[in-house]
């Protein structure tokens, strides 16, 4: 599996970092899932990355990503509140449409929970929520500060230990998670809902998934964790949940009646001899079609791209490299020549006209591909230079140095 970085801005501006669990190569892309993590954690907490994981092994892909001021996102944890949690989300969607596809299921552990309930009614795309040990509601929270409230109302703010990490909460904070109190906006869901939890779940109690359960409509589902703990610390508990969410998730995003999407998109129509290009996100990812074969190209993630292929110019030097290989072979093996095998080897690079001796024009920079054969067998060195002659006589290698017109126009144009 991928997993690839994405980073975007929130409302305010500042860099939130995202991590984007995919499927296997080659394995099918069949819809876009958000994450989002419990109070105070971070992306990479082992329940979060877990289920990314085995909902990305099952064809989902999943982006999780770090609040404002936790984890490696910008921000100061002390200056935002569930309203802010609420728009980051909003935020991380909306990045995920820009450079993939809209997600169609929300996750949400713990307080992400309440989150992705309250987040759902902006994104228009979701088709499916999931909670996890989630409260129903933001207010839940305020238990944690409960021998701090007074003097967070008194000084405006007050440091809280919560887990082994201490937190500057504000009083604008508790305001917020109190503007958060109602359930209402579960019944207005028009989601399909699935809720996991834990009857021995320490931190959120069953009876704050009871409300959730309560407060929707259908379509619902309820699903007993046994013995899990809020956490989901043990591996096979949050393998279960990944299962049994995307078997449920499977009827709400049309998985059973639709033909999956994969990562190289769907087949276009391609005709003899020729080749069709298409893009598969909004980046640098191509799709790669001859009459029967497909493939992909990309760019390295240094260069904005999700380094899922080959670069053009890689493609290039393995177009010359396939046909300089095949061109040896033919011909050793028409002349009967003791050739074992044939390896070979290019790089491209610019050069300037004064490493060169027969450049053109001044200041002029010369495209060069230097290619190196291994030829390995019982050969002579008068059949070995013949070899290395016919191999510049490949037709890849004629087209690229002979006089080549590319003549471009619209599709459909006279």
């Known amino acids: 599996m991928a997993r690839l970085k994405l980073e975007f801005a929130n409302a305010d501006g500042q860099r939130l970092a995202g991590l984007l669990e995919t499927p296997p190569e080659g394995t099918t892309i069949a819809r876009y899932a ?24 099952r064809g989902i892909a999943v982006l999780r990503f770090d609040f404002t001021g936790l ?13 802010s949690n609420v728009q980051d989300l909003v935020s991380a969607a909306a990045a995920l449409t820009r450079e993939y596809r809209a997600p169609e299921l929300l996750v949400g552990h713990s307080l992400g929970g309440a989150a992705v309930l309250a987040a759902a009614s902006q994104l228009p795309e979701v088709k499916a929520v999931a909670t996890i ?57 028009r989601k399909a809902l699935v809720v996991f939890h834990s009857p021995v779940d320490d931190v959120v109690p069953i009876e704050e998934a009871a409300r959730i359960y309560e407060a929707a409509l ?6 007993s964790l046994d013995k899990a703990d809020h956490l989901l610390s043990r591996t096979e508990d949050a393998e279960y949940v990944a ?12 998985l059973e009646q639709e033909p999956a999407r994969d990562r ?42 999700t380094n899922l292929g080959p670069t053009p110019y890689d493609l290039l030097l393995m177009a010359l490299g396939a046909c300089t290989s095949m061109t040896v072979r033919l011909y050793a093996r028409h002349q009967k020549l003791a050739l074992d095998d044939v390896t ?32 390995a067998g019982d050969l002579s060195e008068a059949e070995r230079a013949r070899l290395v002659e016919i191999a510049g006589r490949c037709p890849v290698n004629r087209t690229l ?14």
């Open 34 to 57: 958000l994450f989002a993590h419990c109070f105070t954690c971070g992306k990479d907490i082992a329940a979060a990355s877990r289920i990314s994981r085995a909902l990305a092994a």
């Open 71 to 83: 984890g490696n996102s910008d921000g100061d944890f002390a200056n935002t509140s569930f309203s």
């Open 133 to 189: 040990g989630a409260p129903a509601t933001a207010d839940h929270l305020r238990h944690l500060f409960a021998g701090e409230v007074d003097e967070i109302g008194r000084r405006g703010a007050s440091t809280v230990r919560i887990g082994l990490r201490e937190f500057t909460v504000k009083r604008q904070f508790l305001e917020d998670l109190r503007a958060h109190g109602s359930a209402d906006h579960i019944r207005r869901l």
């Open 218 to 223: 259908h379509p619902k589902s309820f699903i």
């Open 243 to 254: 299962a049994t969410l995307a078997a449920w998730a499977s009827r709400y995003l049309g």
């Open 264 to 305: 190289y998109g769907e087949r276009p129509e391609v005709g003899p001899r020729e080749v069709v290009v298409t893009e598969l996100d909004r980046k640098f990812l191509r799709g790669l079609y001859s009459e029967h074969h497909r493939w992909m190209a990309d760019e390295p993630q240094s260069y904005g791209g």
């Open 344 to 375: 070979v080897r290019m790089r491209h690079k610019r050069i300037h006209e004064e490493d060169c001796e027969d450049c053109g024009d001044e200041g002029r920079k010369l495209e060069r591909i230097d290619l190196e054969l291994d030829l």
């Open 401 to 414: 140095t002979g006089e080549l017109s590319i003549v471009k126009r619209l599709r459909g144009a006279a």
